[in-house]
């Protein structure tokens, strides 16, 4: 999968902070995780984001695209 590859490592530690499997997110949602790897490589936050993953979760531009991913994982 090359989304997999492309993925910014700030999206990558917060789906695993979340227990969301990566690949299966790109299956499920494929344009709607490209979107997310656009805004994650562009947020203001991209350098520091990984240093406290718990806090900017709440600030995250993708909050809405991880909780519906949670929503559908924790069903599966």
């Known amino acids: 999968m090359m989304a997999q ?4 490592y700030p999206l990558e530690k917060m789906l695993g902070h979340l227990n969301l499997d990566v690949g299966r997110s790109v299956e499920m949602m494929p ?9 994650c490589r ?15 979760y709440f600030l995250c531009p993708n909050r809405d695209l991880l909780d519906q991913l949670e929503s559908i994982q924790g069903i599966l």
């Open 31 to 39: 344009e709607t995780m490209e979107d997310a790897m656009v805004r």
């Open 5 to 8: 590859l492309a993925m910014p």
């Open 42 to 56: 562009t947020c203001e936050m991209y350098c520091t984001c990984d240093e406290d993953t718990e806090s900017r």
